[in-house]
T-cell receptor
């Protein structure tokens, strides 16, 4: 059974600071996703990481994937208040022909950026 | 292009009542799935479908039923609602081939009293 662990689960940080959210998973996977969720809203796709060593950046967020360590990170640079949200990683163990399609989520990291 | 459409957005049920949450997508995605989101639990997979006529259970299937008669629609039925089914429900769809990302609906907030 695939398990996905995120940490920290809660993160309070000051504007302008840097921090990293970690996502560990337990079995080999095809791809990893990062989502953002604002209160009362649906999930917004941030990044799709497809291979070992993949790095993607969008604004103040950068995500990376190390499939050998089964670890993904979401790095926040110079945080601003607008980044306050809950961030989820999700691991896709969809395999061609295997007939199993499971997207397993971490429990989420609630980020609060304080002015 | 509407993406993934869920109805209703909000619903209050009494214990023992049944209802159907609707999910429709217009992207010709083969894969559709239902998740429930509870505080502190992330999203957990209830049921999924890899095409019309094909469904399978996820992590928390008990108390829910699904069918997939068309590519576009994937309704979730609560057979006899219980307070433990109070949650926010999300439908998602994707191409089943490798490389497809997931599109999520806006969610249904269900309260069972």
């Amino acid at each position: 059974e695939l398990k996905v662990e995120q940490n920290p689960l809660f993160l309070s940080m000051q504007e302008g600071k840097n921090y990293t959210i970690y996502c560990n998973y337990s079995t080999t996977s095809d791809r990893l996703y990062w989502y953002r969720q604002d209160p009362g809203k649906s999930l917004e796709s941030l990044f799709v990481l497809l291979s070992n060593g993949a790095v993607k950046q969008e604004g103040r967020l950068m995500a990376s994937l190390d499939t050998k360590a089964r670890l993904s990170t979401l790095h926040i640079t110079a945080a601003v208040h607008d980044l306050s949200a809950t961030y989820f990683c999700a691991v896709d163990n969809r395999r061609s022909g295997a007939g199993s399609y499971q997207l397993t989520f971490g429990k989420g990291t609630k980020l609060s950026v304080i002015p | 292009n509407a993406g993934v459409t869920q109805t209703p957005k909000f619903q209050v049920l009494k214990t023992g009542q049944s209802m159907t949450l609707q999910c429709a997508q217009d992207m010709n995605h083969e894969y559709m799935s239902w998740y429930r989101q509870d505080p502190g639990m992330g999203l957990r997979l209830i049921h999924y479908s890899v095409g019309a006529g094909i469904t399978d259970q996820g992590e928390v299937p008990n108390g829910y039923n699904v069918s997939r008669s068309t590519t576009e629609d994937f309704p979730l039925r609560l057979l006899s609602a219980a307070p433990s089914q109070t949650s926010v429900y999300f439908c998602a769809s994707s191409y089943s081939r490798q490389g497809g990302g997931y599109t999520f609906g806006s969610g249904t907030r269900l309260t069972v009293v």
